[in-house]
C-alpha cells in the first residue's frame, strides 16, 4: 500500500516557540493532504484540508495564523504550529489521498507534541 | 452533515472469543464506511471499506463488516480474536464526492489472555 511518512514521530518544545510537521507521501502524489488532531482516547479532529498549490481551507474553530499549513509540492505538506502553547499539546495526524474520485486516504503515523 | 457513533467506548474480550464492534451513521446522502485501526502512538490504517456492491465487506487480519443502509450501521466482526488484536478501532463515514473522513469516537478492543 502507499506510504505516508510523518516527521518527527514526537517533539517536545518551549512554550512560545514554533514547530514544524512534515508529511511526506513516499510512493505517490497526493494531491490532497489533510491535518488531524487527537486528543487523548479520543477521535480524529479535522482541522485543515490542502490542496497542492493552494491555500488550505480550515475547519470551523481552527485558529489559521497558528495551524500554518503549507502544501508546496505533491508530495510534502507540513503544519507549523506557530508559538506554541501547552494547550497545543497533543498528537497531530496527515494523511493523504492520490487524487480526486479516490476513496483511500493514507494516514502517516502521528507526531506527539508536548509544549512545555 | 454525517455523524458517526461508537456506543461502545471499550470492550473487553477474552482471545479466541469472537467480538462485534457496533457504528451507526448519520448522513443524507449516500456514503462511503471505512474503519480504521490504530497502534499505541500510531497512525491508522485502513481495515476495510465499503464503497458499493455487496454489503459484506472483508477485510485484513479476519475482520469483516456489513452494511445495513435501513440500520444504517456498519458493525466490524471477527470470528477469532488474538492477543495483537489490542488497539482502537475507529468507524468513519464520508460523503460520496466529498473527501472529508468524519470518525467515531473509537472503541478500545482489549483481549484477554
Known amino acids: 500500500g502507499a506510504v505516508v511518512s510523518q516527521h518527527p514521530s514526537w517533539v517536545i518544545c518551549k512554550s512560545g516557540t514554533s514547530v514544524k510537521i512534515e508529511c511526506r507521501s513516499l510512493?505517490?502524489?497526493?494531491?490532497?493532504m489533510f491535518w488531524y488532531r487527537q486528543f487523548p482516547k479520543q477521535s480524529l479532529m479535522l482541522m485543515a484540508t490542502?490542496?497542492?498549490?493552494?491555500?488550505?481551507?480550515?475547519e470551523q474553530g481552527v485558529e489559521k495564523d497558528k495551524f500554518l499549513i503549507n502544501h508546496a509540492s505533491l508530495t510534502l505538506s507540513t503544519l507549523t504550529v506557530t508559538s506554541a502553547h501547552p494547550e497545543d499539546s497533543s498528537f497531530y495526524i496527515c494523511?493523504?489521498?492520490?487524487?480526486?474520485?479516490?476513496?483511500?486516504?493514507?494516514f502517516g503515523q502521528g507526531t506527539r507534541l508536548t509544549v512545555v | 452533515a454525517q455523524s458517526v457513533t461508537q456506543l461502545d467506548s471499550q470492550v473487553p474480550v477474552f482471545e479466541e472469543a469472537p467480538v462485534e464492534l457496533r457504528c451507526n451513521y448519520s448522513?443524507?446522502?449516500?456514503?462511503?464506511l471505512f474503519w480504521y485501526v490504530q497502534y499505541p502512538n500510531q497512525g491508522l490504517q485502513l481495515l476495510l471499506k465499503?464503497?458499493?456492491?455487496?454489503?459484506l465487506v472483508k477485510g485484513i487480519n479476519g475482520f469483516e463488516a456489513e452494511f445495513n443502509k435501513s440500520q444504517t450501521s456498519f458493525h466490524l466482526r471477527k470470528p477469532s480474536v488474538h492477543i495483537s488484536d489490542t488497539a482502537e478501532y475507529f468507524c468513519a463515514v464520508s460523503d460520496i464526492g466529498n473527501e472529508k473522513l468524519t470518525f467515531g469516537t473509537g472503541t478500545r478492543l482489549t483481549i484477554i489472555p
Open positions: 465499503y464503497l458499493s456492491g455487496s454489503t
Open positions: 510512493d505517490f502524489q497526493a494531491t490532497t
Open positions: 448522513s443524507s446522502v449516500s456514503v462511503y
Open positions: 490542502s490542496n497542492e498549490g493552494s491555500k488550505a481551507t480550515y
Open positions: 494523511s493523504a489521498r492520490a487524487g480526486t474520485g479516490t476513496t483511500e486516504a493514507f
